[in-house]
């Protein structure tokens, strides 16, 4: 979520990423009886921008704003950007390839210096299935998890476009980056297929000394890659910036044991493909192409707001050196991904050459990593700033506040047992990029993920987001007693009301 001030409004954006089938569809098994649950289902995902207000130290909904709008999984979308008409992208519906309809798994988000906000197309696949049960599958459509099955939700049913064997291509059409106007209800969000195909997490967005455009992207999947765009044109302040996510080359991570990386243009010369809409299209096997470094589920990407410092959140990987990616990349274990079977996730952060966002190299490492100090002695006790006090596993959400500090939020093992022991709920925590020092700030419901966060321009109120509470019926969060737990947004402020970031 990005909170926007847009003529003395204050704008709240948030993703809607998935629904809890069992509460949505209560009394049932979690599967959608008829057609108007799958269309309610597609209707829950998305995005809602929402205007909100503080009256008397309390935020509240602003319910008549003709600023609030609700973008679904049938919303129109505009295709730009290198894919933009490219014949994978080309459906009965839209024989041009250059619109779509909806946005749907938006995972984490970035925002522009021009006002905008980015929603990122995540496990876009899980929505796809096959009425034919002898489709065959290409090899890009199982590089990037399609198959005959969805994971439950049942769109096909009711719509088409969901069912590959009738629609192909409609899949490569979702797994970007969506750039939305929140101040105009009326704009079509635009999918910027120049920052790559692949389940985005977030996009962390910085402004390079020389004017290019710099997008960190994460692909939050076991033994993907890390990637990075940089515009072709330039930011210019007070000019008209609107498209400049439409063309740049994208680049992806090689990091080396020595704490040097570099980054690798994707172009067809490097890659072997044929043009650079395949390459937007099928990044993933670019990626693999140049031989980029397979990561530990790179989550959010966050750049300090002083000095040219990056952070990701690397969740966990239970595969890390016991098997290749889906592409049959190898995981071996080393570098930014130091353990085996990487159970609890650790943090990588890198240093651009000559503090230039565009530099082709960096140096990097390890922030934190996450582990069980009270159970282990070796490596799953996790880096010297981890201790029982702050402990925690899998590392998801990541952002720095205008303070510098660095804010962490998980998505793990809730259990608080075994190799969890604990650990608790799921949590947030505030670490210092300087000292390394790191300090729970609030624990979760149970059964949530802590995930979202932004500020109020005025610094005084952070809001974060809890979702998923109570996904295995153990909470009511937030109204308690007998209500259905909900996925919400929390205000938080300092007691004396003073700046809080
Ligand atoms: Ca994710
Ligand atoms: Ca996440
Ligand atoms: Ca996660």
Redesign the pocket.
């Known amino acids: 979520m990005s909170l926007f001030q847009h003529n003395g409004k204050h704008l709240l954006v948030v993703n809607n990423e998935y629904t809890n089938r069992k509460i949505i569809y209560a009394g049932s098994e979690g599967k959608p009886a008829n057609a108007d649950d799958i269309r309610k289902g597609k209707a829950a995902h998305g995005v809602s921008v929402v205007e909100v207000m503080e009256r008397n130290g309390q935020w509240e909904v602003v319910k008549d704003s003709a600023y609030n709008r609700r973008i679904t999984a049938d919303s129109p979308m505009e295709i730009t950007g290198p894919a933009r008409g490219h014949d994978f992208l080309k459906t009965k519906a839209d024989p041009k390839g250059t619109e779509s309809l909806g946005t749907w798994n938006n995972?984490g988000n970035g925002r522009t210096p021009w006002g905008t906000y980015l929603a990122c197309e995540e496990n876009f696949n899980g929505y796809f299935s096959s009425s034919d049960e002898n489709y065959e599958l290409s090899n890009e459509q199982k590089r990037y998890g399609i198959g005959h099955k969805d994971w439950g939700y049942g769109w096909a049913a009711e719509d088409d476009r969901f069912d590959i064997s009738k629609n192909p291509n409609e899949p490569n059409r979702a797994g970007y980056i969506v750039e939305i106007d929140p101040t105009d209800p009326s704009s079509t969000p635009k999918k910027r297929t120049a920052l790559g195909r692949f389940k985005h997490?977030n996009a962390e967005l910085v402004l390079a000394d020389n004017g290019h455009v710099v997008v960190y992207l994460g692909d939050?999947e076991r033994g993907e890659f890390l990637y990075r765009f940089v515009s072709s044109k330039k930011y210019v302040a007070g000019g008209d910036n609107r498209d400049l996510l439409e063309d740049g080359t994208l680049y992806t991570a090689k990091f080396r044991e020595n704490q040097r990386g570099e980054w690798i243009a994707l172009t067809p010369e490097t890659t072997g493909m044929k043009s650079k809409a395949e390459i937007a299209i099928y990044t993933r096997l670019a990626a693999s192409a140049v031989g980029a470094t397979t990561m530990d589920?790179p989550?959010w990407v966050a750049a300090h707001p002083a000095k040219a410092e990056v952070y990701c959140a690397l969740?966990n990987n239970k595969n890390r050196g016991v098997k290749p990616n889906k592409g049959g990349d190898a995981t071996p274990v080393g570098g930014p991904n130091p353990r085996e079977k990487n159970l609890f996730g650790q943090i990588v952060r890198w240093r651009p050459t000559g503090g230039d966002h565009t530099s082709a190299e960096f140096a990097w490492d390890l922030f934190a990593m996450a582990g069980n100090p009270a159970l282990y002695d070796d490596m799953r006790k996790g880096s010297d700033n981890i201790t029982t006090e702050n402990m925690f596993n899998?590392p998801?959400?990541l952002a720095f506040s205008p303070n510098g500090l660095l804010w962490i939020q998980t998505?793990?093992n809730y259990s608080n047992a075994n190799d969890f022991e604990g650990q608790g709920n799921n949590q947030m925590l505030c670490a210092d990029p300087e000292t390394g020092e790191i300090k729970r700030f609030l624990v979760g419901p149970k059964e949530c993920?802590v995930?979202g966060i932004t500020w109020s321009a005025d610094r005084k109120t952070m809001f974060v987001g809890i979702q998923h509470p109570g996904e295995r019926g153990g909470s009511h969060f937030p109204e308690g007693g007998d209500a259905a737990p909900r996925s919400c947004v929390i205000a938080i402020k300092k007691s004396d009301g003073g700046e809080l970031v």
């Open positions: 995972c997490e939050d589920r989550e969740t899998s998801d959400g998505d793990g993920e995930t």
